[in-house]
Every structure is written in C-alpha cells, then in structure tokens.
C-alpha cells in the first residue's frame, strides 16, 4: 500500500545486528540455524529426534538466543 506521509521517516542510523545481512550472507539467526542443521546432519547422536548431544544442545541454544534476541529487536522497533 502506498501512503503518502507528511514527512519522510527518518534515516535508518543503524541496522539491527540480529536481523543484518549482507548481500549474500545469511543473517546471524539464519547462520545460527544452518550451524545446527550441518552438526545435527553429522552427528549420530543429533540425527535421533530423541536425543542431542552437548555439542548440538550448544547450537540449538545458540540458535534459541539469537532468535529471541531477534524477537526482542523487532518488538523494540515496533513500540
Ligand atoms: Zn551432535
């Protein structure tokens, strides 16, 4: 939809370091995820559903945090 706005928006001063990405760079959830999917495709242990192993329970998490920290960066902007 095309409105018109009395006044332009102002100038993006800087980019949301959970949401950035460069051109053809994954952004830092989407690396997250990928380092997972790539161990759990590896790892006897992650490839059950059932079970992961420290090593895949770290990048899962790491993967959770930089989704919530995404998450959190959209609500901000969004309030
Ligand atoms: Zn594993």
């Known amino acids: ?5 009395d006044t332009p928006p102002p100038p993006e001063t800087r980019r949301p370091a959970a949401l ?6 994954l ?24 079970s992961r192993c420290m090593a895949g329970d770290g ?3 790491a993967y959770r ?5 995404a998450y ?3 609500a901000d902007e969004s309030s």
């Open 59 to 61: 990048l899962w998490r």
């Open 20 to 25: 950035a990405t460069g051109l053809g760079q």
């Open 27 to 50: 952004s830092p959830v989407q690396q997250a995820y990928a380092d997972y999917v790539e161990h759990a495709h590896r790892c006897d242990d992650c490839r059950d559903i059932d």
């Open 65 to 69: 945090e930089r989704t919530d920290g």
């Open 72 to 74: 959190r960066q959209l």
């Open 1 to 5: 939809m095309d409105e018109r706005r």
